[in-house]
DNA sequence: ACATTACGTCAGCCTTGTTGACATTCCAAG
DNA sequence: CTTGGAATGTCAACAAGGCTGACGTAATGT
């Protein structure tokens, strides 16, 4: 790896040293995704219900078409799993005011408290690996990140901060 | 982030940082799987497949029990999945030498292709981001998902490369 | 001889993705 | 003002790919 760590040189990266990166992704995520999945378990809830809620949180108000084109599924899909959170008291789901055929989502305090402690769990675990790496590290971390990402997807990603 | 970015800081991350932090992860990992989802769209196969196959690439003649333990599924799961690559003529399983319990896994040359097919694809893309982010970020990103790695698996994963 | 290990298989369940069909609402063209 | 089309969201049915549990068979180890 000594080509990646000199700061000035080209990339060359070998086949194997990509593979390595590839599987390394596959690995990581499932780390990931391993806290909240065991907060989850037991629960009637999974994944699915977690990344709804996460998005809901972070920008409340927001429609489902908005959400659907966040969390890159199908409509009847995310209706199946909004349908069990608002039928649960989890989400609320207001028609819209300008436009009826809207309808605007909402976490209630159950909601917001489940939510709670699925952020926080995840936050922990990524804060430890953020420490063990270190600083550089994670600011590299960042920019590879997004690198990654869709360019229509970091638009639309981009576009959440606004509201 | 500036406390992130200068070298010597201590790691102060807002959970704001943290959760943007987790969102990145959540849409790169979408890109990450993308490019091979689309060969194996319309083929009679998934992600589940690619697995396999890629690990069986990776260390030909592996036993089914070491596969498990990589791909961390159930060998109910993984077996529906082998068994239709190897009805398909594209990975081989035969019985073990030393221990005639264990089938030991290969590739076919379809398989081999295949899997090349799949496996540049999915370099061509990790590639693109790698050249995006930059040398220095390239090596942050590996020791971060290191760090994000279960520490049980990264030894799963070390010993992947005696054989 | 007997318990254990490695592997395969059948059956059935759950989550979460898909498509297709449909109701409601809005808006713009006639 | 009406009406047809587009947008939004719901219901139904299906597929992929996880899971558990139970069982069979062959080979190995004690």
New binding site residues.
């Given amino acids: 790896m000594s080509e990646v760590h000199t700061g000035e040189s080209l990339l060359f990266l070998t086949d194997e040293q990509l593979r390595q990166g590839i599987e390394a992704v596959f690995f990581a995520y499932r780390g990931f995704t391993s806290a909240p999945d065991q907060i989850l378990e037991g629960m009637?809830?999974?994944?699915?219900?977690h990344r709804a809620i996460h998005f809901i949180a972070r920008a409340p108000g927001m429609?489902?078409?908005r959400l659907?084109a966040i969390l890159g599924?199908?409509?009847?899909?995310?209706?199946?799993?909004?349908?069990t959170l608002i039928e649960d008291g989890l989400v609320e789901?207001r028609v819209?005011r300008a436009?009826?055929?809207?309808?605007h989502l909402y976490l209630t305090e159950e909601g917001a408290a489940l939510e709670g402690r699925l952020s926080e769990a995840q936050r922990a675990w990524m804060r430890a690996a953020y420490r063990k790496a270190g600083p550089d590290a994670v600011t590299g971390f960042r920019q590879v990140l997004e690198a990654m990402m869709d360019p229509e997807l970091r638009r639309l990603y981009a576009g959440l901060r606004e509201g």
Wanted: aromatic share 4%.
């Fill in positions: 009637a809830y999974g994944r699915a219900h429609n489902v078409n659907l599924v199908t409509k009847q899909s995310l209706n199946r799993v909004l349908r789901s819209g436009d009826k055929r809207e309808r």
